[in-house]
């Protein structure tokens, strides 16, 4: 088994431990300081300041209570305003509208309410540093610990997502706690560690749905339990046999699920409606019929808990409206569009997005590991495997899921896998002792390698600061290339209008236009207010009024650019040409044509304005896909934050992209694919 010995005090080493943990929270709040409001914040925070303030929980109960409960806990504290209630957006639970109320219509402070939120998210990173620290020197001592905790601690993912006031890295953590909780609750019938596995079971069930994995994780765990011949001890009886364990194990689990549906009915204030009856009447943004139309067993066991109000409205909506949303949802990939994903999506982004000092750290665990213990007698194997039992599991049972869901929209998804790594690679710790205590020469130069190993980790998340999002390794390219890979939370979640601000400061030409389409939840105005707006996403419902496309700066979002959540994604087809080329013969009366204040058109001879409307809207979304089909080709001028791409066009270049026939794309695109070659 490997030493727990070290030749460094104890106290030491877990001091290095907690500022490794600290500095992580305070690198990744620093790193978002200065970045805009990502696309799901504005709904984490909106949603979790109306589950804190008001006790109703109809905005945002699909994506975890309790994280959004903690983010949204300072401005709930502070004060805010809060935008009226007497709205359809109110009374129809949108949380987008309402959230682009909230944080810029109603007076806040939407950069304060933004650094809070993501502050109290950095503690999750900071707490599941050193959980990974713990765990570590469990298996591999205090030194091997230490090495998990830095490459956790330095590693881009991590300090991402422990700056976005997002699920994610409270999943992470509670998804490792709540696994490490159970598996010892097993081996040890002390009553309080049996109420710890009970309480976090409860809060990772209400950090995100992720937490029905722990179901089949609790199965598989309790199945080595049983099968484990050492006596079970549990409420002062001591169970021998393998159906004497099943039995007592499974009353103990039981009773812990009843423990954690308790907290869920705290947690929506044991309130079964989600709305409150204090507040104006409201309906959900989709109907309950909708959100089941997935059917299926799982769709008929809520139904049922619903009818007889087994958990709360808003936990059960949460979760039919994950499992609905699964079934099919846009995706990017290396270039290419699917609504059902791609088997080797997560594979993939693992190793697009992956430290490759993390990958080497790996690699040599495990052939260490191999070769260290390829003499031990098969009785030390299996004592071995089965202490790290609960991590294989963990991982395994993941990514299965994550092989085979539909949902491949992001590598974040993939997030709770990674502490497994990190646990792994302390391997490399333990190695470097027993090394130092076989050969001095040979620990030495084993403690260098090691040391640059982590160096190197630590150059990485130096090089990238701060646009840990945008991470890319170098064996894809590294972050400049990374939007030919992959797009939205992997890339570009809308974080960069700050970065493009200041490259506009620093490059815009006098008089030069801007144009901009931006994919995120903040308001382009207050950082770009002269910037003429293109297609947008998430839209809020902000009237566009008609522009021509002229020479100047075109700015993108890396998402908006793929087209991934828009309805021409794929190739320019010959019926999109087709219907473009139709409506663009009716330019010159869009040119002529009359806005009102709030930019809707002026209704024209023959045509209503709601007419009017839809071609408009029609020919702009045509125009800007035929666009971006020819940018795509086209190397950028600029990359502001590496999500946002710019590009100086010319009249020639406009001419050729959205005022030729299709041969003159045609060939506009091979001369753009013919300069982009190295």
């Excluded at 998804?413 to 002792?433: D, F, Q």
């Excluded at 960069?496 to 506009?504: G, I, V």
């Excluded at 700066?553 to 959540?565: E, K, P, Q, R």
Aim: aromatic share 14%; charged share 15%; net charge positive.
């Amino acid at each position: 088994m490997p030493s727990t010995r070290s030749p460094l005090p104890f106290s030491g080493l877990t001091w290095l431990a907690l500022l490794l943990a600290l500095g992580h929270a305070v690198l990744a709040s620093l790193a978002m300081r200065e970045k805009s409001t990502t696309a799901d914040e504005l709904a984490h925070v909106t949603g979790g300041y109306t589950f804190d303030h008001w006790n109703d929980y109809r905005l945002h109960p699909e994506n975890g209570n309790l994280p959004q409960r903690w983010q949204a806990l300072p401005t709930a504290l502070r004060g805010a305003a809060f935008p009226p209630m007497d709205t359809l957006a109110w009374r129809k639970s949108e949380v987008w509208l309402t959230g682009h109320a909230f944080f810029y219509e109603s007076g806040n402070d939407p950069a304060w309410m933004l650094f809070a939120a993501r502050a109290m998210n950095s503690l999750w990173g900071a707490a599941l540093v050193l959980l990974v620290y713990f765990w570590s020197r469990g298996l591999w001592g205090e030194a091997g610990a230490l090495v998990s905790a830095a490459f956790a601690a330095l590693c881009p993912t991590m300090l991402a997502h422990s700056g976005l006031a997002t699920s994610d890295m409270c999943m992470a953590f509670f998804l490792l706690a709540a696994t490490g909780a159970y598996w010892r609750h097993l081996h040890d019938a002390r009553k309080r560690v049996w109420w710890l596995s009970a309480g976090l079971l409860g809060l990772a069930a209400v950090a995100k749905y992720t937490a029905v994995l722990l179901l089949p994780l609790a199965i598989i765990m309790a199945a080595l339990r049983i099968f484990n011949p050492a006596p079970l001890d549990f409420c002062r009886f001591t169970f021998r046999t393998r159906l004497g364990r099943l039995g007592a194990i499974a009353a103990s689990t039981a009773a812990q699920g009843l423990v954690a549906g308790v907290m869920i009915w705290a947690f929506f204030g044991f309130r079964y409606s989600v709305f409150n009856p204090a507040l104006p009447a409201g309906e959900f943004n989709l109907p309950w019929d909708f959100i089941l139309s997935f059917g299926g067993l799982k769709a008929q066991c809520i139904q049922f808990a619903r009818s007889v109000h087994l958990l709360p409205e808003g936990w059960l909506y949460g979760l039919a409206f994950v499992f609905k949303h699964a079934e099919a949802r846009a995706a990017f990939l290396d270039g290419e569009y699917s609504i059902f994903g791609w088997m080797d999506f997560f594979p993939k982004t693992f190793l697009y997005k992956t430290p490759p000092a993390l990958l080497v750290a790996l690699a040599a665990s495990l052939g260490l590991l191999a070769w260290r213990f390829r003499a031990l007698a098969p009785v030390r194997w299996g004592g071995y495997f089965y202490r790290v039992a609960p991590l294989i599991a963990l991982f395994a049972v993941y990514w299965y899921i994550s092989l085979i869901s539909h949902l491949n929209i992001g590598h974040r998804h993939i997030l709770p896998t990674y502490p497994v790594l990190y646990i792994l690679a302390g391997a490399l710790g333990w190695a470097m002792l027993r090394a130092w205590h076989e050969s001095r020469q040979t620990g030495a130069a084993f403690a260098v390698a090691l040391a640059g190993l982590v160096g190197w980790q630590a150059v990485t998340a130096a090089q990238i600061y701060p646009h840990y999002l945008a991470y890319f390794s170098p064996l894809v390219g590294g972050p400049a290339h990374g939007y030919q890979h992959l797009v939205d939370s992997s890339l570009d979640w809308g974080q960069d209008l700050p970065a493009l601000q200041h490259w506009l400061h620093d490059n815009r030409r006098p008089g030069e236009r801007v144009y901009l389409s931006y994919f995120g939840t903040d308001e382009p105005a207050r950082y770009v207010p002269d910037a003429v707006l293109m297609p947008r996403l998430p839209t809020f419902d902000v009237p566009r009024p008609w522009h021509a496309c002229e020479p100047g700066l075109y700015a993108l979002s890396a998402t908006m650019l793929s087209h991934v959540y828009q309805p021409q994604r794929g190739p320019w087809t010959l019926e999109n040409e087709r219907l473009y080329q139709l409506l663009r013969q009716n330019d010159a009366n869009f040119r002529r044509r009359q806005f009102d204040a709030a930019g809707r058109p002026v209704a024209a001879e023959g045509f209503t304005s709601d007419e009017w409307t839809k071609a408009w809207k029609q020919f702009e979304q045509l125009r800007f896909a035929r666009l971006c089909h020819y940018l795509r080709a086209r190397r950028p001028d600029a990359e502001p934050g590496y999500s946002i791409l710019v590009y100086r066009l010319d009249q020639a270049e406009l001419d050729a992209a959205l005022n030729g026939d299709l041969r003159q794309l045609a060939a506009a695109i091979e001369r753009a694919h013919t300069a982009a070659r190295p």
